[in-house]
């Protein structure tokens, strides 16, 4: 249903201030959020901090206005300073303005900027938890800051909303919950040959093919998840698959997996448009993150039919409900890591079980169309 004829967003404009459009859950997110807003004639742009990103292109092929900061980061006082006055510029230049933050820098910057431009409501976000390294602990003052100058906090699990109560003693009527959304339709492709991709990545069908989809970082748990498949014995003829981006421990990964003697089972996929395509050729999907908010990741790999398995840590809990829709284990555990994946490998009445409850759960709670609602509603609330 489209909301336009009765929606008082029409003479509005929401500005969405984010770091950069470089790949990643949350600057998926917010390019799902803006291109919804506008198929409800809501104006809406991305204000990008700094330049370039692989999804900025992507953005654009959807009639996304972007507008493009050109921070270069935050010790280049220049770029820094002049990126803020456009940003202030850009907020002020428009009426009846909605600033909505999504990361922790963007956070601080754009709800500062927001206040000396006169922006009519201020929405934060935070998307994951502090502990285990979210946030740095220089970046906490400023965290902080943001919190206090929002008129609302958006989180994406209740998790979330637990640990800001306690930690940062917030407003609890000033955090809302609204959980991703993905786009169920790229997942049911036409004509889709699932042994044509698989001889893609050298799979025999005999193969258990394990995917994990996550930017290279120490808190997503690639090393465990390395050091676990070493020990696993040989006769699942499993192989793993590690698709994301790299942002500071992609070499070292790879150093561990050739020290291993992997390299035949443990396969880099670097970053990828083709989510859907791979997830649907693969047999089981695995998050050994130490710390999450709300994964987009395994809600992809739900609508792709997968049984999951994943770290109880965070908004997983919230996702996966435990031998219901996926298994959940303790994080860093290898020798759980290695008995919940046998689990999935040997019993397959239980893996097709898991796979067709969660399938069934992200039909009908997670769709782009829901979380888009629920921002629509958020936006009417705030110019009343």
Known sequence: MNLSLKNPLN???IIIVIDSLDGGGAEAQAIKLASGLKKENIKVSIFSLRSGGTLTKKAKNQNIEIIEGHFKSSRNIKSFIKG???????????????????????????????????????????????????LKKKWRIFDK???????????????????MLTLDS?????VICIRNGINLEKFRIKNYDRNYIRSQFGLLESEF?????????????HKDLITSFKNLDPK?????????????????????????????RIKFLGFREDIPEILLSMDGY???????????????????????????????????????????FKPKDKNEII??????????????????????TVNEKYSTKKMVESYIDIYKKALK
């Open 170 to 174: 917030v407003n609890p009527n000033k």
């Open 339 to 360: 008995n919940t994946m046998i689990k999935i490998m040997e019993n397959n009445p239980l893996s097709e079980k898991l796979s067709k409850e969660a399938l069934k």
């Open 236 to 264: 699942y003829q499993a192989k793993l698959f590690l698709v994301g981006k790299d942002i500071g421990s992609l070499e070292e990964l790879k150093t561990l997996v050739f020290e291993c003697g992997l390299q035949d």
């Open 209 to 221: 093919a394990w995917v994990k989809v996550a930017n290279f970082s120490i808190i997503k748990g």
């Open 286 to 328: 695995i998050c050994a993150s130490h710390t999450e908010g709300f994964s987009n990741a395994i809600l992809e790999a739900m609508a792709s039919g997968l049984p999951i398995i994943a770290t109880n840590v965070g908004g997983n809990s919230e996702i996966i409900k435990n031998k219901i829709t996926g298994l959940l």
């Open 11 to 13: 003479e509005s404009n």
């Open 145 to 163: 800051i943001s919190n206090f100058l929002s008129n609302k906090i958006v989180v994406n699990a209740e998790a979330i909303i637990e640990e």
């Open 84 to 134: 803020f006055l456009f940003l202030c510029k850009t907020i002020h230049s428009k009426k009846n303005v909605i600033v909505h933050t999504f990361l922790p820098f963007s956070n601080f910057v754009g709800s500062i900027a927001a206040i000396i431009s006169g922006a009519n409501y201020i929405i934060t976000s935070r998307r994951g938890l502090i502990k285990l390294n979210y």
